[in-house]
């Protein structure tokens, strides 16, 4: 391994140890980015890379907030301002219980790199709180947002820091979150969160964007193959905002997509999934993926008990990982391979874990990173932003169009890259060396900051 490159990643380790999603994922840009550290020794000097991964800024506060019982809760929130040198900190925030500072900077590092491969001009950020908001009331949430958001609000806005979702955070807590941002500032600031409700400032496509991208993003790294999506099994982790849209679209280009999943299990329906039923069950009622079976009797229901999600042992031709971190296991990877998956789609940030690329990478599955594959949602994101600078809406083909092209470019930049660095269909450390690149530029013309 490089020298310098080594010397990072052991200075990296020491300074967080407990922290492993974000080494995790340091790991993987640092390591396979070394052709462009062995032209530019000069990087070490000006200590680059120790830069572009210490984050400008880490916020943490405290969320209080009083459930229907009457009691008080406290939450722990988050904002990591990891880069702005391409553009304002953009990122999504996340509502989970397993949100801790790791997971938060492993996700604003990630972001830097993607929002880079949009080719928009983005900077990176991440943010959200450990509060779980299943099985909240709307009230719960309403409140939770807004104790959330008096803290936020002193550290964003349409120029500085603009927030989005990620999961647990859909339109109904950007609704909450924006009101009460309004309320405090006293001003309408469309930019300053996007993936808002398209009664106040929010875009077309904005909801299906990461979902449609990923699709978008497949069907090139297919075409490139020879391939299609027409007539391939597909399965799909997760059930929600990402999930539930690259699942639309790959029905549109008559794949038949045969299992979903949430948190607890996944359902197997060989017949194709019925969506409707899904978007019913999730988007509105909030409710279980096992619900399923209850009115398509002839589909099953696997619950989720050990370490490796079932839906990864159902034979498919593509997989498109879309819930969250770490879900693909080498256990996972090595029951799809013999299974005979031909791709992966990352819709999820750093699904699969290291060993899991590596697996498939071995035995040239096509991999479709997260870095590049889900960018379509922060790309129409900053197209939202640009419609409320404008103060003037695009219309759904228009958005749609534009985020076919987007994602094209971006297969294209992974292409151009590995082709140049003799990757062959590694676009893992494709993705990771073209977003490095433009960064490092970017960084070298800023000087010493
Ligand atoms: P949602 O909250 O809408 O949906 C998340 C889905 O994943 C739910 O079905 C959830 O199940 C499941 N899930 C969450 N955590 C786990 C877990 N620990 N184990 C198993 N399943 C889990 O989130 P999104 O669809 O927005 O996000 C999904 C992934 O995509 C995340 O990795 C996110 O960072 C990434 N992403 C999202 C973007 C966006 O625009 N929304 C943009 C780019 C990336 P349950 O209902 O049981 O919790």
């Not at 955070?169 to 309408?188: C, S």
């Not at 279980?288 to 839906?311: N, Q």
Request: charged content about 25%; hydrophobic content about 35%; overall charge negative.
């Amino acid at each position: 391994m490089n020298k310098y490159i080594k010397k990072v990643l052991n200075r990296l380790k020491e300074k967080n140890i407990n922290e492993s999603e974000y080494l995790q994922a340091v790991e993987e840009v640092l390591t396979s980015i070394e052709p462009v550290i062995n032209n530019h020794p000069e990087y070490e000097k000006i200590a680059l890379l120790e830069r572009m991964i210490e984050p400008e800024r880490i916020i943490t506060f405290r969320v209080p907030y009083v459930n229907d019982k009457g009691q008080t809760i406290v939450h722990r929130g988050y904002r990591v301002q990891f880069s702005s040198l391409i553009g304002p900190y953009k990122g999504g925030l996340r509502f989970h219980q397993s949100v801790n500072q790791s997971i938060i900077k492993f996700l604003g590092f990630e972001q830097i790199f993607k929002n880079a491969l949009t080719g928009l001009p983005i900077g990176g950020a991440k943010g959200g709180s450990d509060f779980d908001p299943k099985g909240k009331s709307d009230d719960e949430i309403m409140r939770f947002c807004q104790s959330f958001m008096t803290e936020l609000q002193r550290h964003i806005g349409a120029d500085v820091d603009v927030p989005a979702g990620d999961i647990g955070v859909g339109e109904r807590e950007i609704g909450y979150l924006f009101g009460q941002y309004k309320r405090i500032k006293d001003r309408y600031e469309g930019g300053v969160l996007t993936g808002k409700g398209l009664s106040y400032g929010g875009s077309l496509v904005r909801k299906e964007a990461t979902g449609f991208g990923l699709i978008y993003f497949m069907r090139e790294m297919l075409a490139n193959n020879n391939q299609t999506l027409e007539g391939k099994t597909v399965t799909i982790s997760g059930a929600g905002n990402v999930a539930i849209y690259a699942c639309q679209k790959a029905l549109e280009y008559g794949a038949n997509v045969v299992a979903m999943s949430d948190s607890t299990g996944c359902i197997y329906d060989k017949n194709g999934i019925d969506l409707q039923l899904v978007k019913q069950i999730k988007e509105v009622e909030r409710g279980r993926i096992s619900e399923y079976i209850e009115s398509h009797t002839e589909a099953e229901y696997f619950e989720h008990t050990g370490e490796d999600s079932p839906i990864w042992n159902i034979k498919t031709d593509i997989a498109l990982p879309c819930a969250t971190q770490n879900e693909i296991t080498l256990n996972s990877a090595k029951k799809l391979v013999e299974n005979g998956v031909i791709a992966i789609g990352e819709g999820a940030n750093m699904p699969c874990i290291k060993e899991a690329t590596e697996y498939f990478l071995k035995n040239n599955i096509l991999v479709a990173p997260a870095k590049a594959a889900n960018a379509g949602g922060v790309a129409i994101s900053a197209v939202e932003m640009s419609q409320n600078s404008m103060r003037y809406y695009m219309t759904f083909e228009e958005v749609d169009q534009k985020l076919n092209e987007i994602m094209t470019d971006i297969f294209k930049t992974c292409k151009t890259t590995s082709d140049k660095y003799n990757l062959g269909n590694n676009y893992v450390s494709a993705a990771n060396i073209a977003a490095f690149t433009k960064l490092a530029n970017a960084m070298v013309a800023q000087g010493i900051v």
